[in-house]
């Protein structure tokens, strides 16, 4: 299975990009992901199909690793029509001319809706998990079923974000714990694993202001309705386990033919008619893998091809001069670049990448634990799937180390190097933070590890290292305490997580002294005004044979326009 980026056009002229997954070869099957989940809800399925069709599941605008859908000029809420219209966009650009579709819940409703308004375009239409809702229901979901996740200085908005998710498998809907909610589902679910929470959590939190768009227009949608217009092949179906299995109860019995109403009794068999449903309207062969269409004004989003897996990145392609390949932080993601990003933009190309394991890239990554020398591999074999020659390196963190290992080993020509905060630690300093710096943070049952992030990135503000919070401590830099900015960072952490720990204690063990006098190029190491890295950075300076030292502003703006003024092709 691999991933890929759609750069869809709009009518007004704006690009929209959407992230899907695709698997399999032979005739095309679109699949359509539940709400607040993304694709990555689909895989079991894709991958039990892969023999038979080719398929393809995009992130719905606003959730996964896709753009939302522009905001509408009246500022009215989206309707299904906006995500059909959506999806008949994305499928325009991968070239797909006619294909089956396959909707779980949302997707289910969405499925519903294209089968509506675009029988031409669909080979047949199966909407699993169909919901059909009293009006005293729509008012009850679509005034409490949306919460408030705005970051709070103490983090409690996680405790939210993880009891929302939580309690989805202990009520319908989860925002009312009545004895009546509780009846839907207590024959149904028990409470996943901590694990398996986590990844609904994390796709929860990649919607960010957006839960509401596709979720909320599902909700309003009368599905009876939909039902009447459709004139294709459909199957609306559900499991006994599915949360939705009674309100197949709901639907008249005075549909039109091409839609047949049929209940499974586990998952499986379900899974197996829809595929048999598939097949038998199957037309044709999928085609080709479209590669993904720059976007003009902003970063965009892609995939490399390294010899491991895909590396997630961001380019901007204009400009001119040796490219900028930006490397970032253990535990954090390309996004962190966005400053630096912004002051490149149109005047000079770049790509940032997210490391193995971080971000939106994958985390399974080879046989073992993310290290050092595996993200360097990584962005070497990505620079050469590129055709990326030459470039200037800056990288923030511990990414200096993997930027060190990247030097000395790829055939690219290194111009520069910036490191900004460089990790520079001596034997007492890797001591101290072996057991403690990076912790694990598996996920727990109640979701205490939220909560050890969020105070890990806020204490990292005041405190090195965080876990020693003593006076003597304190960093002399004015800390970052924006709920909102410590949020995002939370949430590269968790996704991170658990390849956060395993490269930091690879990181711990690396020899960067050596490295540093190993490099031959002019190297600057910048460490923020107050930084606790000053004295380190200062010190990798001395090492380097062409190494300066630089004290950077803390202002994002101004320390993004150094550290490019730097540049000296």
């Not at 694709?39 to 069709?53: G, H, I, R």
């Not at 954090?332 to 149109?346: D, Y």
């Not at 939106?360 to 360097?376: H, R, S």
């Not at 727990?444 to 020693?468: C, K, N, T």
Request: hydrophobic share 40%.
């Amino acid at each position: 299975m691999t991933r890929h980026v759609a750069s869809v056009s709009a009518p007004d002229g704006a690009t929209r990009q959407v992230h899907y997954r695709r698997v399999g070869s032979g005739p095309p099957v679109i699949l359509l992901h539940m709400s607040p989940r993304s694709s990555a809800e689909l895989e079991p399925l894709m991958l039990a199909w892969s023999d038979t069709f080719t398929l393809i599941a995009p992130d719905t605008p606003g959730y996964g690793a896709s753009d939302p859908l522009p905001e509408k000029e009246d500022g009215a809420v989206f309707d299904l029509t906006d995500f059909t219209d959506a999806l008949i966009a994305f499928a325009d650009t991968l070239g797909l001319e006619r294909f089956g579709l396959y909707g779980h819940h949302t997707g289910a409703m969405i499925a519903a809706e294209c089968a509506r308004r675009h029988p031409d375009r669909l080979t047949v239409t199966v909407a699993n998990g169909y919901l059909v809702i009293t009006e005293e229901e729509r008012e009850e979901i679509l005034e409490n079923y949306f919460s408030d996740y705005t970051p709070e200085a103490d983090g409690r908005h996680l405790a939210h974000v993880w009891q929302r998710i939580r309690d989805q498998f202990l009520f319908f809907p989860w925002s009312v714990n009545t004895k009546a909610a509780r009846k839907v589902m207590q024959d149904k679910f028990a409470i996943p694993a901590p694990d398996i929470l986590q990844e609904d959590v994390l796709d929860l939190l990649r919607t960010g202001n957006h839960e509401s768009d596709g979720y909320g227009a599902a909700f309003r949608c009368d599905g009876i309705d939909i039902l009447r217009g459709v004139t294709g092949p459909c199957l609306v179906t559900a499991q006994v386990q599915d949360l939705l299995y009674e309100h197949l109860d709901r639907l008249p019995s005075d549909l039109p033919n091409t839609v047949t109403v049929q209940r499974y009794d586990d998952l499986d068999n379900l899974n197996d008619a829809a595929k048999t449903l598939l097949v038998e309207h199957a037309e044709g062969d999928a085609p080709p893998l479209t590669a993904t269409g720059t976007v003009s004004g902003r970063a965009w989003a892609s995939y490399a091809e390294t010899k491991t897996g895909q590396l997630y990145m961001r380019r901007g392609h204009a400009g001119s001069g040796v490219p900028v390949v930006l490397i970032h932080n253990l535990g954090s993601s390309c996004q962190r670049w966005q400053p630096v990003m912004s002051t490149l933009m149109g005047k000079r190309p770049f790509v940032a990448f997210d490391l193995p394991g971080h971000g939106e890239t994958g985390n399974a990554w080879g046989d073992g634990p993310v290290t050092i020398d595996a993200c360097a591999q990584a962005i070497d074999d990505a620079l050469d799937s590129l055709g990326i020659e030459t470039a200037h390196v800056f990288a923030y963190g511990g990414g200096g180390l993997v930027a060190l290992n990247l030097i000395e080993r790829t055939s690219t020509d290194v111009k520069s190097l910036t490191a900004v905060d460089f990790w520079l630690f001596d034997d007492a300093d890797k001591k101290k933070l072996r057991d403690r710096f990076a912790p694990s943070l598996s996920p727990q049952p109640y979701g205490q590890h939220m909560a050890e992030a969020w105070y890990m990135v806020r204490d990292s503000e005041l405190f090195w290292p965080w876990f020693e919070t003593i006076p003597e401590n304190a960093i002399a830099q004015p800390p970052e305490t924006n709920p909102a900015r410590l949020h995002s960072r939370v949430v590269d952490v968790l996704k991170a997580s658990p390849a956060y720990h395993h490269v930091v204690q690879d990181a711990l063990s690396f020899d960067s002294e050596t490295a540093l006098k190993q490099i031959t190029i002019p190297a600057t190491f910048g460490p923020r005004n107050g930084s606790p890295y000053t004295s380190r950075c200062e010190r990798a300076a001395t090492l380097a044979p062409q190494g300066k030292s630089l004290t950077l502003s803390n202002d994002h703006s101004r320390r993004a326009a150094a550290v490019v003024a730097l540049i000296k092709d």
